[in-house]
């Protein structure tokens, strides 16, 4: 069983297109993440949402809406897609905070906009 | 704000050697916790270990140990009898004690060879 799972793997759009990537966690754990990791590898968290409430927006472009239906699900939406926005996104939840509790990935979706 | 810095881009160590992967941070926090994850080319990010500042003792998991150096802020993953199943992308993560999200560094990859 997948603890966190996140549709679609790979996900190839154009510019200025709209897309969603969806993430689902089955461990009853009370927060989710969003991370991108360019193409450096570079891994930088995007939001936290504990209990459906957002408590971090790292200063990412207001194109990027999360949302969370209920405590096991945390969608990321993306308008007008730029080049820059091509990635792998990760989508995390842990019992509580990362620091007390282990943090579990997804496998990534790898977004590319052409 | 924290930052974590791994200066070693690249690392080979032979199969069965011992390898260690450098990891310096910065912060003003007493209480905080640093991990080490492992990203293999099936992308999906594992954790591999995790220290609590507060802990002097050095935390070790089978073949994974850690040498935390407090007050030089280091915290250097050390891997013992390297295999290939090891070669892979090492991140350092650094979580404060009232912060809510990892902050990793650049990451460094290991290719174990045989």
């Known amino acids: 069983d997948t603890a966190v799972s996140q549709t679609p793997k790979y996900l190839v759009t154009q510019m200025g297109n709209d897309k969603s990537i969806k993430c689902e966690q089955n461990?009853?754990?009370?927060?989710m993440y969003w991370y991108k990791q360019d193409s450096k590898k570079f891994l930088k968290i995007m939001f936290s949402?504990?209990?459906?409430?957002?408590?971090i927006n790292e200063t990412v472009p207001n194109r990027f809406s999360p949302k969370s239906p209920d405590k096991a699900h945390l969608n990321l939406h993306i308008n007008s897609l730029e080049l820059g926005d091509s990635a792998v996104y990760f989508c995390?939840?842990?019992?509580?905070?990362?620091?007390?509790?282990?943090?579990?990935f997804g496998p990534g979706t790898r977004l590319t906009v052409l | 704000a924290q930052t974590v810095t791994q200066s070693q881009p690249e690392m080979s160590v032979q199969e069965a050697e011992t390898v260690t992967l450098s990891c310096t941070y910065d912060?003003?926090?007493?209480?905080?916790?640093l991990f080490w994850y492992k990203q293999p080319p099936s992308r999906q990010m594992i954790l591999v270990i995790r220290?609590?500042?507060?802990?002097?003792q050095n935390a070790t998991e089978n073949r994974f140990s850690v040498n935390f150096q407090k007050a030089a802020k280091s915290f250097s993953l050390k891997i013992s009898d390297s295999q290939l199943g090891d070669t892979a992308m090492y991140f350092c993560?650094?979580?404060?004690?009232?912060?809510?999200?990892?902050?990793f560094g650049a990451g460094t990859i290991l290719r174990v060879k045989s």
């Open positions: 995390a939840s842990s019992q509580d905070r990362p620091s007390t509790d282990t943090q579990y």
């Open positions: 461990l009853g754990h009370d927060t």
């Open positions: 949402y504990n209990n459906k409430e957002l408590i």
């Open positions: 912060t003003s926090e007493n209480n905080y916790y």
């Open positions: 220290q609590e500042a507060y802990k002097q």
């Open positions: 993560a650094f979580d404060g004690e009232y912060g809510n999200k990892l902050v």
